[in-house]
């Protein structure tokens, strides 16, 4: 089957799509270490729900078939030759990749087996945090209150005039700003 | 259309200052009502209480009303900024992050200071005390004595706790001896006014508890009870104006039933936020704007941000949102190359740890792939905020205009914004994330990134939460549009008391300081009522 004919949802047998985007999110986020991989808790049946919700039912047809076009599908596949697939993924269609891998990381730290691995790595970690709160300690007046003792501010009566003829700001033009400096 | 009574005061929007001109005008026995285009929000309509409350707030939640799909809403178009809002009861409190800090005496005199920006046709001082009333109904949570701003009385609840990114920062900004402060909030640290405590969760994104102040828990109950009459699902389509020159109400679409109605009132008070009111008059036979000022010099501040990670884990994700406040750069040097100045608000981190996996603030995020996890353990419960947030400069050009063709649900034409940074913003940013640098590296950051908002074709997309100055007040009618008691200066019983008003953006949040100015504002239109409710004289300067 060509690329071009997986750009229809209504073309790719179901069991061969969903085969894509789950081995395509383990390739993704694989598991090891404690951690289980993002196929392994489902992540991938998230991701075409919000997918399509987010951009409709093509949104698949298009990740399958841009899969497809970069080398896949990953059957068989070293997990070297898998990851090159993946990157070849994201070069070619970044901002449909960028969708993707968005969804995926959000769906799968949302998993409570994830959350659980994230607290055996010795930090607090709450899926509802707005439900429980995390434990912190009252502000100490004591103990907390800065004692630099820095800070000024000018009253209203003692703003001034400041000489402002030095920063030439209607002739000088600043073209490179930001990042790009 | 049905004729309904005349009111003593129509107000139009019940965000944060819609529902505190009510409050103020329904307990002193004024016939109050007040109209809003979306719903109440309910603690079980936000995201907060499901596991998925990350993905919600990037979809549903999204506090950019172009990125979310409320029939509540209405369209905006910008060629720039990211239009962040919420049309409901309590407004953008709903989604809001409640930091709390006050202009500062300088903001009110830029006029003065160097002639960029005009003065204020008020000071510090007229304000201050309306800071205290509005902070003693929020609850703020904050410290007295902070050097770097005008003394003040204790706040009604102590600061939110000293968290391990506080002590962190405090400690870089001490090594770069600079000032820095808790920060204060509109989230109270203990149970008051029937509300509970912040319970340190970190989705600091509204707040269904209302341990931080969403103004439909503790404003909107106080002013319901004291009369007001709030008509929700009701979408203002025009003021209008009588031959006298007054405003005589406003034309509103019920939107369950479709039927217009309207509400004739002796007084107009538009509460419709910087992009909702310009609009508004726009549509309003350009109401209220002899001097073509409504809708011009829109400002969102100059906003940077970085994020950095540091060895020791600091758990970023617990815990009020925000750190520390830093004014150390807060007044104007020109030694920098620039006027105005700005302030570092540091945050904590994202309480998700998908968030900080897929990159929530900069482009610092986790690599897909093999070395996810590794990156993840070295980064989550390490990492930092910080943004910068100066004043920027008013230019007429940036503006809110209505656009030509498109039309929202009910026909009135969609709001189109324009914004771009001038050369004096373009310089604070380029110091500002300068700055940023500075404290990374004295926070011993083992990685940091910055964030200048500019899109890859160059264009300066801030998250605009703050829409400002677009019906600016003044001592000249042929420069704003209203005077110092927000009364406009082309219809006399016309008020304005939202964040539109602002004549300059300072360097902090606007929320402490639209809801100070909502309140002199109610209060003036409640002691001069009687004249103000019949007067044609054209407003005068205060």
């Known amino acids: ?181 | 259309m049905t004729a309904t009574r005349t009111c003593d005061v129509l107000i139009i929007g019940a965000g944060a200052t819609g529902s505190l001109a009510a409050l103020v005008l329904a307990k002193a026995g004024l016939d109050v009502v007040c109209l809003e285009q979306g719903s109440w929000v309910e603690a079980a309509d936000h995201p907060h209480l499901h596991a998925d409350w990350s993905w919600q707030r990037r979809t549903n939640w999204n506090p950019d009303v172009n990125k979310r799909t409320h029939a509540d809403d209405y369209p905006v178009k910008s060629d720039s900024s990211q239009i962040l809002m919420w049309n409901g009861v309590g407004g953008s409190t709903n989604v809001y992050g409640a930091i709390w800090p006050r202009y500062r005496p300088s903001d009110f005199r830029k006029g003065t200071e160097h002639g960029l920006q005009p003065d204020w046709p008020i000071t510090y001082e007229d304000i201050a005390p309306f800071y205290e009333a509005a902070d003693a109904l929020v609850g703020v949570s904050g410290l007295s004595g902070d050097a770097a701003m005008p003394p003040r009385p204790a706040s009604p609840t102590r600061p939110l706790p000293a968290s391990k990114v506080s002590k962190r920062l405090g400690d870089a900004f001490d090594r770069l001896g600079w000032h820095w402060w808790p920060v204060e909030s509109g989230t109270i640290s203990e149970d008051y006014d029937g509300r509970p405590a912040c319970n340190g969760c970190g989705t600091c994104n509204g707040c269904p508890r209302g341990s931080m102040s969403k103004y439909s828990q503790s404003i909107w109950p106080k002013a319901l009870e004291a009369g007001t009459e709030l008509r929700i699902n009701a979408r203002v389509l025009k003021i209008e104006k009588g031959p006298d020159g007054r405003a005589t109400g406003a034309l509103y679409i019920d939107r369950n039933t479709g039927h217009t109605h309207f509400q004739k009132a002796r007084i107009v008070v538009v509460a419709a936020n910087g992009i909702g009111t310009p609009r508004l008059l726009l549509a309003s036979d350009n109401l209220a704007n002899q001097s073509d000022q409504v809708g011009r010099n829109l400002l969102h501040h100059t906003l940077v941000n970085g994020e950095m990670w540091v060895e020791e884990p600091v758990d970023g994700h617990t815990g009020y949102v925000a750190s520390l406040i830093s004014r150390e750069f807060a007044e104007t040097d020109v030694s920098r190359g620039f006027v105005n100045g700005f302030n570092f608000n540091c945050i904590t981190s994202t309480a998700s740890a998908g968030e900080l996996a897929a990159g929530w603030f900069t482009s610092g995020r986790a690599p897909w792939g093999p070395d996810h996890h590794q990156w993840f353990e070295t980064h989550f419960g390490h990492s930092i905020g910080i943004f910068a947030i100066g004043d920027d400069l008013p230019n007429p050009d940036n503006r809110v205009t209505l656009d030509p063709v498109l039309t929202d649900s009910d026909g009135i034409p969609v709001a189109s914004t324009h914004y771009a940074p001038g050369e004096n913003d373009k310089r604070m940013m380029n110091y500002m994330l300068d700055r940023i640098e500075d404290v990374a590296k004295a926070a011993k950051a083992f990685d940091y990134r910055l964030n200048d908002y500019r899109d890859k074709d160059g264009v300066y997309r801030t998250p605009a939460w703050h829409m400002i100055g677009t019906c600016r007040m003044g001592s000249d009618p042929e420069t704003s549009v209203v005077n110092g008691w927000h009364q406009a200066w082309d219809v006399p019983n016309l008020f304005i008391v939202d964040g539109s008003v602002l004549a300059t953006g300072g360097v902090v949040n606007p929320t402490p300081t639209i809801s100070a100015l909502a309140l002199r504002a109610a209060g003036y239109i409640r002691d001069n009522f009687q004249t103000l409710s019949q007067t044609t004289r054209p407003a005068v300067a205060a």
């Open chain 1, 1 to 181: 089957m060509t690329a071009t004919d997986r750009r229809n949802l209504e073309d790719l047998p179901p069991s061969e799509g969903a085969a894509l985007l789950a081995d395509l999110v383990d390739v993704l986020i694989p598991g090891g270490g404690g951690w289980p991989s993002a196929a392994s808790i489902g992540v991938q049946g998230l991701v075409a729900m919000r997918l399509v919700e987010q951009s409709g039912e093509l949104e698949l047809g298009q990740i399958a078939a841009a899969i497809i076009d970069a080398g896949g599908p990953f059957d068989g596949r070293t997990a070297e030759e898998r990851v090159q697939i993946v990157a070849r993924f994201e070069t070619a269609q970044p901002d449909l990749f960028e969708r993707l891998r968005a969804a995926a990381f959000l769906a799968y730290y949302e998993s409570p087996y994830v959350a659980e691995a994230i607290r055996r790595l010795g930090r607090p970690y709450q899926l509802k945090p707005h439900v429980t709160g995390y434990p912190m300690t009252p502000f100490d007046f004591a103990k907390d209150t800065p004692r630099h003792g820095r800070g000024a501010y000018l009253k209203t009566a003692d703003v001034r005039p400041v000489d402002t003829s030095g920063l030439h700001l209607d002739e000088i033009r600043t073209e490179r700003w930001g990042l790009e400096r």
